[in-house]
């Protein structure tokens, strides 16, 4: 992939640490013009000192003006990584699912709405959402963070299916624990499904290179998702039984 984004405009939202500021420092080392984004403006303050980048703090979907400023006008690539854990069942209060959907399903439509009459006007451009594998399978102890991540995998699959021939490249990455805050939040859970197998955010990074070499959709830094995707789809039944004893273990540890 190297060399390939050189001088290309990138954006990278929830870039104060995680996932995002490793997309955001191997964006920059690849050459890239990039402006990271966060609520946090010290952390992306540091950051983007250390890279070279341009520092736009407040809510990512609502700074696309500022940000196409800063690259001479011109967005080539959007990475919607901002995201909340939203732990909590069934019963969390509406604004816990309210907020989760806001941040991690309709920043990414509010972005695309924005990036896309310049992108199919001179018919290139690449968005990359960071969903997860609970976009493609679920999490057990966290209803908003789930559902609204299956929401975020269906709305970049329809941004692929409809205007891939018009030059707009989608990719979804979908990881399962990675050392992030976010996996700190997930807590008792995290532990026990996440944390075994958990990476670091550079792995992260390096996956979606990969898949941008490959002009790949899906982004699976952890391999093995693919296979349960699969099987969730071969035997439905089988495999929620499963996610139920996971669910039950969990609860008999004392963690719901």
């Not at 003006?65 to 919607?80: F, H, K, Q, S």
């Not at 995290?190 to 550079?202: H, K, M, N, Q, S």
Request: charged fraction near 20%; proline fraction near 3%; include cysteine.
């Amino acid at each position: 992939m190297s060399g390939t984004v050189r001088g290309a405009g990138v954006v990278v939202t929830g870039a104060g640490g995680g996932i995002g500021a490793a997309l955001a420092r191997r964006f920059a080392a690849e050459g890239a013009r990039v402006v990271v984004n966060d609520l946090d403006e010290a952390r992306i303050g540091g950051l983007a000192e250390e890279i070279g980048a341009v520092a736009i703090a407040g809510d990512a979907s609502r700074t696309l003006d500022a940000v196409r400023d800063a690259l001479d006008g011109t967005v080539d690539v959007y990475c919607a990584n901002a995201g909340l854990a939203s732990p909590g069942d069934v019963l969390a209060e509406e604004e816990v699912w309210a907020a989760a959907w806001d941040v991690n399903v309709m920043a990414h439509v509010r972005a695309a709405r924005a990036l896309l009459p310049g992108w199919l006007e001179r018919g290139a451009g690449r968005f990359v959402s960071t969903a997860s594998a609970a976009g493609l399978l679920t999490m057990i102890g966290a209803a908003p963070y789930s559902v609204t991540k299956h929401g975020v995998v269906a709305f970049a699959e329809w941004l692929s299916l409809t205007y891939r021939h018009r030059g707009v490249k989608v990719h979804a990455i979908c990881p399962q624990g990675v050392r992030t805050d976010m996996l700190t939040a997930a807590g008792s859970a995290g532990e026990l499904v996440l944390a075994p197998t958990a990476i670091e955010p550079e792995a992260v990074a390096d996956a979606l290179f990969d898949a941008m070499a490959e002009d790949r959709f899906l982004v699976l830094p952890h391999p093995e998702v693919a296979g349960f995707y699969r099987a969730r789809a071969d035997d439905t039944d089988h495999w929620l039984g499963g996610m139920n004893h996971l669910q039950r273990k969990w609860e008999e540890s004392g963690g719901a």
